[in-house]
């Protein structure tokens, strides 16, 4: 059945485009390395988008990027500084790339931006007073809705949808009251699959969630249940065939058998039906050389699944 699976997943001229900390890298969905972008300097890229025209807009750390096909910088958006600290987990395309959106923890807001730059929306979020910015939020997504967006407020494992520009809060999902009991669970990334679910994972909880639009729980998934070994449940896609892909983060290990998987496309009964490993992408890539350990780190945050021979339908996907 799995070796069925993994031919139907394998065909078409599938490329994943992956967030990786210090870089941004396009594979096949044999694991091979179809191209590597090292913006210069940037570090913490939570998100990579591939759009229409070829290019690339990103969020990394101190901001928002967007490069054409050339990977010349078309539009580059600094985030607020507060000294030398700089927040900018999430950022989102919209409009089918007119226009474009950074979550901000340290302004606590959402700014969406045109092409040329100019800010056309403020949006702003709750109150967080935590010490460290990265602690506050987490992914930024547009909400199926329209006017609307998800965030995740990580150190508060919780999500929100609220609207743009008034930051009046649509809907809120607590995660505590639904995880497994764990140590510690933090809310990473929110999916609406288009069928008026929502899915949220917690990254250091290691938990795949799905509600329903009264925020009950339908179903949730470990990575022990699923027979993944990673460190982190990070952002997420819904694909056209009804199944999810996730990506799996190796922040902060301890040993590289802690997290042998990367990505992960998951049935909706739960079953994995394929998975890139460390094995296939640390031959092709240097990763982040974490201090401490001296480890390698490949860092995956997100993916984003398109089809290359359909450049046009590239952002008609759902994150």
């Given amino acids: 059945m799995l070796q069925t699976l993994l ?3 394998l065909s078409g001229d599938e490329r994943l485009l992956l967030a990786a900390e210090n870089q941004i890298v396009e594979i096949d969905r044999a694991g091979k390395v179809t191209e590597l972008w ?14 229409p025209d070829g290019g690339i807009s990103y969020v990394h750390s101190g901001g ?3 490069l054409d096909r050339r990977r010349n910088v078309v539009l580059e958006h600094a985030a607020a500084r507060a000294g030398e600290l700089s927040a900018s987990p999430g950022g989102a395309v919209l409009e089918n790339g007119r226009r474009f959106a950074i979550l901000d923890s340290v302004a606590n807001e959402i700014r969406v931006l045109d092409r040329k730059g100019r800010v056309r ?8 007073e935590m010490d460290a910015f990265a602690a506050r939020h987490r992914m930024l997504r547009a909400s199926a809705r329209g006017g609307a967006f998800w965030v995740a407020q990580y150190q508060r494992n919780a999500v ?3 609207r743009e520009k008034t930051g009046e809060i649509l809907r809120s999902l607590n995660l505590n009251g639904h995880v497994r009991p764990s140590p510690l669970h933090r809310a990473f990334a929110t999916l609406e699959p ?17 509600f329903d639009a009264a925020g009950r729980k339908l179903s949730s998934w470990t990575a022990s249940e699923l027979g993944l070994r990673t460190r982190y449940f990070l952002g997420m896609q819904s694909l056209p065939n009804g199944n999810l892909l996730l990506a799996l983060g190796d922040y902060h290990l301890r040993a590289v058998s802690e997290a042998t998987d990367l990505l992960a496309e998951i ?9 890139l ?3 296939q992408l640390e031959n092709q890539i240097d990763g982040h050389m974490e201090p401490k350990t001296r480890l390698e780190e490949m860092r995956v945050a997100n993916v984003h699944l398109y089809d290359a021979s359909q450049p046009n339908r590239t952002l008609r996907v759902r994150r």
């Fill in 267 to 275: 049935a909706p009964g739960g079953n994995v039906v394929w998975k």
């Fill in 38 to 51: 090292k913006p210069n300097g940037h570090r913490g890229i939570w998100d990579a988008w591939r759009l």
């Fill in 194 to 210: 288009g069928d008026g679910t929502v899915y949220a994972t917690t990254a250091t909880g290691l938990e795949l969630l799905r």
């Fill in 64 to 66: 928002l990027v967007v």
């Fill in 7 to 9: 031919l139907l997943v």
């Fill in 160 to 162: 929100l949808e609220v």
């Fill in 121 to 128: 929306s403020r949006t702003p979020l709750p109150k967080l």
């Fill in 277 to 279: 490993t460390r094995e």
